[in-house]
């Protein structure tokens, strides 16, 4: 999964929970020609919902921050975001909230000669999950998984 600087990650999840919200996950992704894209994902410690509003007073609160802390060389991009229904998985916790799930996971490596696994989440820990797919268990090491994704059910 997309690995973020601890300090960045601290310095993110600070600001977000100091405004009330729950920091789901932290992506800094390459961009061509305009630098990095900071992609953070805010939920409500509530079940409401996300909206443009909290977007915006996150992003104005991260961005002063950002401009004084300077963690980040060069130029980039700050998007905030709800996880919405696809959410992304980041870590064991996570994967644990959404067991009996359908969950999409693309690994960095090859594993039985496949990248991609769509299936139901059977169980997970700090190592690894448990995937039902096609029938069959399949168990994916934590630390080989490049996305995974909540499949919503209609």
Known sequence: MNKVPKGLHTLVEGVVTSL???LWGVELLPQPKSGQLLRVYIDTPASAAVG???CEKVSR???A???VEDPIAGEYTLEISSPGMDRPLYN???FEAYVDSVVRVKLRPTVTGRKNFRGQLLAADEQQIKMLVDGEEVTLAMDDIDTARVVPQF
């Open 61 to 63: 609160q991260l961005s």
């Open 52 to 54: 443009v509003a909290d």
């Open 92 to 94: 064991a916790q996570q």
């Open 65 to 67: 921050v950002m401009d």
């Open 20 to 22: 009330g919200y729950a």
